[in-house]
């Protein structure tokens, strides 16, 4: 690939010798490329841009390889792992939730927030008195009810959870919840 005049020190004295190369506004092709992917996909990185995806890519980032060889900055890092085995690619998420009396208060979005749709999950109803309602998947014929400090679990295998909703009968009452992601690249 070219080099960027305005950020590469070695083409400052490129642009006498050779023309001008551009600047980052005005990016040749010879500044974006194919790369291969996971699942079998490429993806075209263009100089400048950025893109949101698995943790794949950290692999072609500094620090995990050095300076030198690296062609993407890692922007932002949820510290998530990534493994060429899809088995691999899973990791805890969990929170405390203070629940409101409607299903609007409370809402896990696994599929948005974590990149892939939960395959086990534990709810517990953290108030002695409260009785807390939960919704899977924004289906109304999925729900569970926890009476005071109950636990319900969905382990892996019994279904995918990509939303959960969580409602009380009485306002500001908390519940916990914790799950299994596994992330699923979207390349």
């Known amino acids: ?25 005005d ?3 010879q ?16 100089d400048g841009e950025t893109f949101t995806d698995c943790n794949y890519w950290k692999r ?26 899809p088995e691999e690619n ?3 998420a ?27 999950l534990q709810v517990q109803n953290t108030d002695a008195t409260a009785v807390v309602n939960g919704e899977l998947n924004g289906d109304t014929n999925v729900t569970f009810q926890l009476a005071g400090e109950e636990t319900q679990i969905f382990n892996q295998g019994d279904l995918a959870i990509t939303l959960l909703r ?5 306002s500001s009452s908390t519940a916990s919840w914790i799950a299994s992601v596994r992330s699923v690249p979207t390349s």
């Open 1 to 25: 690939m070219d080099l960027d005049p305005s950020t590469h020190p070695l083409a400052a004295g490129t642009a006498a010798t050779y023309g001008s190369l551009g600047s980052q506004e």
């Open 94 to 120: 969990g929170a405390t939730e203070t629940l409101t009396t409607a299903y609007t208060g409370t809402v896990i979005d696994f599929v948005t927030t974590y990149g892939g749709a939960a395959r086990f």
């Open 60 to 85: 072609f980032a500094y620090p995990s390889v050095t300076r030198e060889v690296s062609f993407i900055e890692t922007v932002t890092d949820d510290g998530s792992i990534y493994s060429d085995i």
């Open 27 to 29: 990016i040749s092709l």
């Open 90 to 92: 899973t990791f805890a």
């Open 166 to 170: 969580l409602k009380s009968d009485t």
């Open 31 to 46: 500044r974006q490329i194919f790369v291969a992917g996971p699942n079998s996909t490429y993806r075209l990185l263009k």
